[in-house]
């Protein structure tokens, strides 16, 4: 294994932590929520669930014909482009060939017109081949996966925007490649993939068998609203009762659950809980209901949920002084303002706009290339050391 101990903790793929949440049992769930990994043993649709069958799905295409608002928006965003084929132009089409060294090793990535090829060589030594899938939807950064007689492995490099170009993919940082099969990438473990595949892409696991290649690619309509057969049939029946009941609508979800409900691939508060101590570190940043959830908005106020200030059928909004309104919902906007709103959260003695800029701080991960948000809101002091 690449993914060897001897490294710190934040310079280890987030992959393993995913993989630790399905089984591991933390000592420390907390009161309400739970992990993803009994969420979906649970009845009821939740994502990434396993056992629907093939026929219970239909496509986006099929949601577009009566909700052609949302699919044209959804379309846009990050997650319906979180997992491209190998074979489609859309992770490689601006930038035709990316190249790299690594020690001994030169790579190659290039776009043939009909996929994406992948080379790597040292000396008179090369292996080549199709790259299979592309993960990511590349603003942050995207690793590739190739797929030989069945086996899965991880690409040794990705590509991040921030570099305009190929780095080590995070995780596989424990010491130079020993050979050139080696420096093609990191085996998969076959629970790995499934989980990859499932946070990545809709419908890869049908009936709790992996099939990738029938996957649709990145998270789509029945990703998040589980498979929407029985709900598309009621609807052309103009049976609106039953077609509501056939469908997950997660804005009928409690906060809490709401929150566990995206936690489902941005990992819920108790999958965090369970991950074995000691190994999150500021990767936790990247982990946004437990941030959240450890909020004084969250634990006294209530009601705040990923769906406040996001619309997951939109792109994120990067205009910070966007979210100033919904902080206003609870906060006085002035101290002036306190005597009349009783019911209201206190005013900033500092600034009324641009709350965010503050409160939500921004961390480097530079194993990852990017910038990630704080999601514990919270009084930000200078020199403060990452509250974990
Ligand atoms: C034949 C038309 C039709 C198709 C196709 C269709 N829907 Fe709907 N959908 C409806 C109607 C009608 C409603 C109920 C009234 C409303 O909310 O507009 C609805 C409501 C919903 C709701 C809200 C349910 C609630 O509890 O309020 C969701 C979520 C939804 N649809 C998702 C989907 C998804 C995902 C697909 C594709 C798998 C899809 N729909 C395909 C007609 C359709
Ligand atoms: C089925 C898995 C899945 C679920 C469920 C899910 N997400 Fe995501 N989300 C992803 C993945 C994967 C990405 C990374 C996209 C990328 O950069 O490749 C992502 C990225 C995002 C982003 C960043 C978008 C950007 O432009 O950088 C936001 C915001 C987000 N998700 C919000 C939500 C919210 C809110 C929910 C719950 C309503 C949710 N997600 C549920 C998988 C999921
Ligand atoms: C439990 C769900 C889950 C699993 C499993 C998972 N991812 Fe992700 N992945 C996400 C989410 C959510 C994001 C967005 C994170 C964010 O923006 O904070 C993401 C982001 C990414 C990105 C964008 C770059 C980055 O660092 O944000 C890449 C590339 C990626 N994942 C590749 C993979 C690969 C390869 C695997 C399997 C080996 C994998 N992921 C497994 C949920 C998952
Ligand atoms: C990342 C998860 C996610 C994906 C992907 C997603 N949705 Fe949703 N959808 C939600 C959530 C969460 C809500 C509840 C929003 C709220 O109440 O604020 C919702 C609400 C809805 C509703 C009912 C409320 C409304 O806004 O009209 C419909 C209809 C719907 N989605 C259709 C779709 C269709 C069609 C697609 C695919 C094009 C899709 N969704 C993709 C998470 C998702
Ligand atoms: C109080 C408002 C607020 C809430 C609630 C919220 N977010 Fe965010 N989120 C933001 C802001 C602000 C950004 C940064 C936008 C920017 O500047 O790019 C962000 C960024 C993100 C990103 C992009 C990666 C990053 O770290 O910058 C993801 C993914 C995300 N949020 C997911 C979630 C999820 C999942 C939840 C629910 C647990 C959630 N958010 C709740 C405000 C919020
Ligand atoms: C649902 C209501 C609600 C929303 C929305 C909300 N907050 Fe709060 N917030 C509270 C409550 C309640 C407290 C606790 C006040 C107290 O301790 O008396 C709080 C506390 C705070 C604190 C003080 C934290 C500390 O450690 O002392 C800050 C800073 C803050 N909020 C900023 C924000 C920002 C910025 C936003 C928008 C991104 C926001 N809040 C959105 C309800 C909310
Ligand atoms: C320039 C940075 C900055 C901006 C912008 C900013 N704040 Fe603050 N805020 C602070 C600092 C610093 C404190 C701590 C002040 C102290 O304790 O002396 C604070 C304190 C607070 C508190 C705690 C007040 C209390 O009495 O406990 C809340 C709530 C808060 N801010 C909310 C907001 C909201 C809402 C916005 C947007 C309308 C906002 N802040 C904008 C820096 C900022």
Redesign the pocket.
Known sequence: MLRSTKFPAYVLSLCLLWVGSAHSQGPSQPASGMTTHDRIQAAGWWPTRRDASRKEFVGSARCADCHSDIYARQAQTSMAKAGNPGSSTAGLQSRPTLSARQGQYMYEISNTGSGSQYRVWSGQDQLAGPLNWIFGAGDIGQTYILERGGNFLESHVSYYPALHGLDLTPGQMAGPPKNLKQAVGHPMEEEDTRLCFGCHTTGSMITDRFDPNQATPGVTCEACHGPGAKHVAAAQANQVDRAVKAILNPGRLKPADQ?DY??AC?RSSADVASFPAGTLGLLGV?F??YR?QKSKCWRKGGG???L???DPHQQ???D?TA?DK??LTCHQASQAEAKSAVAKAPACPVNSVNC?SCH?KKYDIWAAHA???D?Y?RIVRAGEKYPE
């Open positions: 929150v995206c936690g941005h990247r946004q209901p959240l705040i949920t990923c406040s200030c996001h994120i909004v990067r910070a979210y919904y902080c965010v939500m910038t990630f948000t999601h809101i």
